[in-house]
């Protein structure tokens, strides 16, 4: 694989690269030649029926009319036909097949893009016939053994095609007319459903050494992809299919045949994040059907096996699609080249490069859709997103291509959450636009998490939990560690939790490859030369692991981690959720006093202002998230059997979030009723914006889970004064939610109003669970009367009854006294209805 930094490009033996054919429609099939008249009917399917036509002189079926292009096997253009001339070295071998929308009519330019197919494929001769069948892996077993018999028959998988033979090449190769394989409507081959044969024709193929690709045009009728960004048309309407249309999709096929070689695998091991494959060894040492899983990795040798670091013998390029913007383009080369470092640490010096991809123009033969050539490519999408992913060998888990799907509104993302978490750090980012030079820098460190997906890594949401909140607003500790995070795969983003006064210079404010990157890459990409099997790496690869119990930044995220404090996403500082939150909404007041500042012009329209204050309503919400997330948390580490994995948080530190709950996430911070702010937006809408939020909070609070983890750490508990239970958590929130009742004189203001209706309703959906939440596939709601539930829900309201009906009498507003008596009302119904 990624033959490409030298001789590579270098295509082997290519005879001529077929000129594009007219694009002219063709017949349904292709009219006879004279000289073809005998040319059985068949193709794809197996349309030959049993008895295959006899072969002919190899020089009637590939005449001087022929343009032929020899790589891995060799491949010939009469006309509009495609034949394939394939030799017995490259029979019942292994191919990867791919394919990828060049150009296409299906993709939504408010979705995302990319999709194609990804099968392992093999030619086989059958007498005067070739099939193509596509390969199954989830099952293995040593060939040796007895159970071989019936795994064997599992691997060879379905028979995709069959040709009949043609004529014999001059050493026995078989010549089969492949014209129909890519423009029949074979479903893994196809797209575009019901491929219509004169609307479809072959473009133009490539043969290189290990591959060889085929660019087809197909025509057909497919629903358009659905729209998954912001701006994506709807389409259609009513909620039911968008209607078939018309479609024509580009699509290169690229075969290329496994690597001979075939690297060794290395185990996967739930302390370290990777990638991997799963398959069903039956013939394991083990007394059931046991599954092996490994790693996703580049598959890196070094040049000089003796040196402590070396140059790999082929370094990972991945190639930069030419329609990125111009401007951008150096700051995604760098954002591959971050990972570097991390490489070096493993031993592999320049181990990885981004580099410009030549256009079709500078080099004809160059693909971004290439099966050797790993890829960034830029989708013309409204999709603020960005993804990165990998196709691999399923024998050993090498990587054969990596690919990043850069999706141009990214840039739309990361201006706001760097505008909305730390603008007041960074005087470039007070004035809208920010200059290029910053979001260059905010694009590359997206190249550079979506690399990491690519070279193996999921996310680590444990990372930005591990360091304190005082260490990472001091800058000293932020150059050591190389960050505020441990890693770049963790969504903790832009550090908010500095100060003005903290003096941290901006680029310490993003994310960087850090110690656990550095760690992760080692784990996986070290080469452990002692070692002849993946077994026999355990014991090196157990040790490495080890480190995590002396430094927690190296720890990744616990497997079955529901309920980890630490495990969040768009955290910074999670360690201490309460304080960090304090930190970060000091800033996002400062943010919210800027908005007008940075984004009012004369000239343009309230739509940017808009934005902004719909992002920090949602990063408050989203600090909120933190800090529910402490009460009935417990903390993980995956141990391997070393010991415990899991931690109840302490009792004072989930009152203490509870508290913080009360304070701040049941009121509304003044900072967001602003009326010269709301005024400009919109005629009505903050009521019912923290409605929602406040929604949000109390269900998360009061989900069943979260009550049943309340219930099960009181079971548990070896001190029960140790432990935060059920009972407190609504005694706490009592005074939290419904404060005002017990003051003298009794108002709620209309988003306190909410607030109240919001734990109604929640306490509602636990004694009442609908017929939807009982029978949710996914996590069902239990029986109200399987758990404690139900008795303290039911109290609780009781008491709030009573509170209510004292409160009337102290109503200082009418809507107050119209509220407790709806209040009254309500929970009459709830309980009632539970019975
Ligand atoms: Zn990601």
Redesign the pocket.
């Known amino acids: 694989m990624l033959r490409l930094s030298i001789a590579a490009t270098a295509v082997l033996g290519l005879a001529s690269c077929a000129a594009p054919v007219a694009t002219a429609p063709t017949p349904a099939r292709p009219a006879p030649a004279a000289q073809d008249s005998a040319r059985p009917t068949g193709g794809p399917g197996g349309g030959g029926g049993p008895q295959a036509a006899q072969p002919r002189a190899y020089r009637q079926v590939i005449t001087d009319r022929a343009v032929t292009q020899t790589g891995l096997f060799k491949v010939h253009r009469i006309g509009e036909r495609l034949l394939f001339e394939i030799p017995a070295a490259a029979m019942n071998r292994e191919m990867l097949l791919i394919s990828r929308p060049v150009e296409t009519t299906l993709q939504n330019p408010g979705g995302f893009f990319g999709g194609g197919m990804r099968q392992i494929v093999q030619w086989e001769r059958r007498g005067n016939r070739v099939v193509l069948r596509a390969r199954q892996f989830l099952l293995t077993a040593d060939s040796t053994d007895a159970i071989w018999r019936q795994v064997q028959g599992f691997r060879q998988g379905a028979v995709l095609a069959s040709y009949n033979v043609e004529a014999y090449g001059p050493d026995s190769a078989a010549v089969v007319d492949v014209s129909d394989l890519f423009l029949s409507n074979i479903p893994e081959l196809a797209p575009v459903e019901g491929i219509v044969r004169n609307r479809s024709w072959v473009d133009r193929t490539w043969a290189f050494a290990d591959n060889i690709n085929v660019e087809v045009t197909q025509s057909g009728a497919s629903r358009p992809a659905p729209a998954g960004g912001p701006g994506g048309g709807g389409g259609g309407g009513g909620g039911g299919q968008p209607p078939l249309r018309s479609q024509t999709a580009r699509m290169m096929f690229s075969m290329l045949k496994l690597p001979d070689d075939v690297m060794m695998p290395r185990w996967h091991d739930e302390r370290v994040g990777f990638n991997s494959s799963r398959i069903y060894d039956l013939s394991r040492d083990v007394h059931r059907t046991d599954q092996v899983r490994f790693i996703h990795r580049f598959k890196l040798v070094k040049q000089d096996p003796t040196a402590a670091v070396s140059d790999p013998v082929e370094p990972i390029i991945y190639w930069i699609d030419p329609a990125t913007p111009d401007w951008l383009k150096p700051w995604i080369v760098e954002g591959v080249n971050k990972w570097q470092p991390a490489f070096e640490a493993a031993g592999f010096s320049n181990a990885i490069f981004g580099r410009i991809a030549p256009t079709p123009e500078e080099d004809p033969n160059f693909s971004l859709f290439d099966a050797r050539h790993s890829v960034i490519y830029w989708r013309p999408s409204t999709v603020a997103n960005a993804t990165g992913g990998q196709v691999v060998d399923p024998r050993s888990g090498q990587i054969l291509k990596g690919e990043v799907n850069m999706y141009h509104n990214i840039m739309e993302l990361q201006k706001n959450w760097y505008f909305i978490q730390v603008s007041p750090l960074d005087p470039r980012a007070q004035r809208l636009p920010m200059p290029d030079s910053l979001m260059g820098r905010l694009v590359e460190y997206v190249v550079t998490?979506?690399i990491g997906?690519s070279i193996g890594f999921p996310?680590n949401m444990k990372s930005s939990a591990q360091y304190p909140v005082d260490s990472i607003r001091s800058r000293a500790f932020l150059e050591r560690m190389n960050g505020h995070v441990a890693t770049l795969m963790d969504y903790s983003r832009f550090k908010y939790v500095a100060q003005p006064e903290d003096s941290i210079p901006p680029h310490l404010l993003i994310p960087q490859v850090g110690p656990y990157d550095v760690f992760a890459v080692k784990w996986g990409y070290s080469p452990i030369p002692s070692a002849r099997t993946p077994d026999e790496e355990k014991p090196t690869l157990d040790r490495w692991a080890r480190e995590q119990d002396q430094f927690p930044w190296l720890r990744f995220t616990t497997a079955d981690a529901t309920g980890d404090p630490e495990n969040l996403t768009e955290a910074v500082g999670d360690a201490d959720a309460v304080r960090s939150t304090k930190l970060g909404m000091l800033n996002l007041e400062r943010v919210v006093r800027s908005i007008l500042p940075a984004a009012e012009k004369p000239g343009e329209s309230y739509a940017e202002v808009n934005t902004l204050y719909g992002q920090a309503v949602g990063q408050w919400g989203r600090y909120m998230g933190h800090v529910t997330a402490i009460v009935a948390g417990a903390y993980t580490q995956e141990r391997y059997g070393t010991g415990e994995r899991f931690r109840p948080v302490e009792k004072a530190r989930q009152r203490e979030a509870v508290q913080y709950l009360n304070q701040a996430a049941f009121q509304v911070p003044a900072m967001f009723l602003d009326p010269s702010l709301l005024r400009r937006i919109e005629n009505e809408g903050a009521v019912d914006r923290f409605r929602v939020r406040h929604a949000a909070v109390l269900n998360q609070l009061l989900s069943q889970d979260r009550l049943n983890r309340l219930v099960e750490f009181e079971a548990l508990a070896a001190r029960p004064a140790d432990v935060y239970t059920i009972a407190d958590l609504m005694t706490d929130l009592r005074a939290g939610v419904w404060g005002e009742l017990s003051q003298g004189s009794v108002r709620v203001n209309v988003y306190r109003r909410n607030l109240q209706r919001a734990f109604l309703a929640a306490a509602d959906a636990r004694l009442n669970p609908s017929e939807a939440a009982l029978t949710r596939a996914n996590n069902p709601a239990p029986q109200p009367a399987a758990s404690d539930v139900r008795g303290v829900m039911r109290a609780e309201l009781q008491d709030l009854d009573r509170l209510a009906q004292q409160a009337l009498a102290r109503a200082a507003d009418p809507m107050t006294r119209i509220h407790l008596r709806d209040v009254r009302t309500e929970i009459a119904r709830i309980l009632e209805a539970g019975r």
């Open positions: 998490h979506e997906h996310h």
